[in-house]
T-cell receptor, first 114, second 111 residues
């Protein structure tokens, strides 16, 4: 099992460009999440999904959109990138059993916006 | 509101014991989780306390006191590979399936 995978691993964007980050999991998990992590800080939830076709806003959703068309995939889109979106982006998934306290993370995408 | 507080950094020598404290504020929660993250890596799940008391997993133990809104992660027989950031987290009330993370504690293990 690959677990949670993310593509791409690195990306450099110019201000105003758009991109989509792809997350895939092969554990048949219902829940999926997108976080961002800035230097020296914890993880902040951007958007999450509790099932195929459903998404919800997290703590810092502005400037991002998401879609969950298939259970195994969760896409994060940046429509018009800004330097403030320079960060490391982590995708995670979990099972709803027990409150989803155990989340499995992907390796991360390091995004720089110039 | 909801918040978690933990020290920013702890330094200890190999073989020692380190305790990372986590205090939280929330109107209700399901339990406290701990994650480890090495530099450049992804967070990995370490432990979860739903009830008061101590949970032991090898060299690592985690403790929760709901009445004190307090928990800690205990790292015993420290090894160089334990140098990492450690995050406590909880599910905010009415947010089944979501986790809120503390800012993390960087543990530095010296020879």
């Amino acid at each position: 099992n690959a677990g949670v995978t993310q593509t791409p691993k690195f990306r450099v964007l110019k201000t105003g460009q758009s991109m989509t980050l792809l997350c895939a999991q092969d554990m048949n998990h219902e829940y999926m999440y997108w976080y961002r992590q800035d230097p020296g800080m914890g993880l902040r939830l951007i958007h999450y999904s509790v099932g195929e076709g459903t998404t919800a806003k997290g703590e810092v959703p502005d400037g991002y959109n998401v879609s969950r068309l298939k259970k195994q995939n969760f896409l994060l889109g940046l429509e018009s990138a800004a330097p403030s979106q320079t960060s490391v982006y982590f995708c995670a998934s979990s099972s709803p059993r027990g409150g989803a306290y155990e989340q499995y993370f992907g390796p991360g995408t390091r995004l720089t916006v110039t | 509101g909801q918040s978690l507080e933990q020290p920013s950094e702890v330094t200890a020598v190999e073989g020692a014991i380190v305790q990372i404290n986590c205090t939280y504020q929330t109107s209700g929660f399901y339990g406290l989780s701990w994650y480890q993250q090495h530099d450049g890596g992804a967070p990995t799940f370490l432990s979860y306390n739903a009830l008061d008391g101590l949970e032991e997993t090898g060299r690592f133990s985690s403790f929760l006191s709901r009445s004190d809104s307090y928990g800690y992660l205990l790292l015993q027989e420290l090894q160089m590979k334990d140098s990492a950031s450690y995050f406590c987290s909880f599910s905010p009330p009415d947010s089944w399936g979501k986790l809120q993370f503390g800012a993390g504690t960087q543990v530095v293990v010296t020879p």
